[in-house]
């Protein structure tokens, strides 16, 4: 089956200006969340999705947003990017809410000039 | 902050085993422990997990210590392809995986 499948590869953006990333999960999973992932600061949790409900956020500013759509399927917003936004986010979908492997995307590389 | 401790980095010769180690002496007693990797570029893999029994897969075996303070990745006869990061982590039972805490891992460097 498919994997986690997330939209755009690569994106380039501009100070200030604001970025969707997608983020389609394997069929049935119903648990989405989004990492980043910079040199400095390693892979860091942004926020978990479950049901279209948000169930964790993590220690990120309110620019940061998410939301998860009735098929699973997820979104995060970046507004007013900042040159330090620049890193690899990654999304990782598991099947519930028991303990059971996440699997994660190839990532999307923002680069904010 | 990451409830784990890993080596930076390790070498291994192509064809012997890896052993990874991971400390978590903070551990309690519904936590799991959870590998993952991270080949360059690419997304984490999930590796394997455990609680306290030791547990085998096709990728690895996974030895947690009786009192479950520490933790040892094998992987039996490593690749050139295993060369990756991979990452020691502690996730309570029940929990979605949705809410994984990685710490820095270790850098593995398989050397033919």
New interface residues.
Partial sequence: KAG?TQTPRYLIKTRGQQVTLSCSPISGHR???W?QQTPGQ????LF?Y?SETQ??K?NFPGRFSGRQFSNSRSEMNVSTLELGDSALY?C?S?F????????????TRLTVV | DAKTTQPPSMDCAEGRAANLPCNHSTISGNEYVYWYRQIHSQGPQYIIHGLKNNETNKMASLIITEDRKSSTLILPHATLRDTAVYYCIVDGYGGSQGNLIFGKGTKLSVKP
């Fill in positions: 986690v648990s989405v969340s990492y390693g892979l860091q949790f978990e479950f169930r964790n993590g990654l990782a598991s519930s809410d028991v303990n059971t492997e996440a699997f994660f995307g190839q990532g």
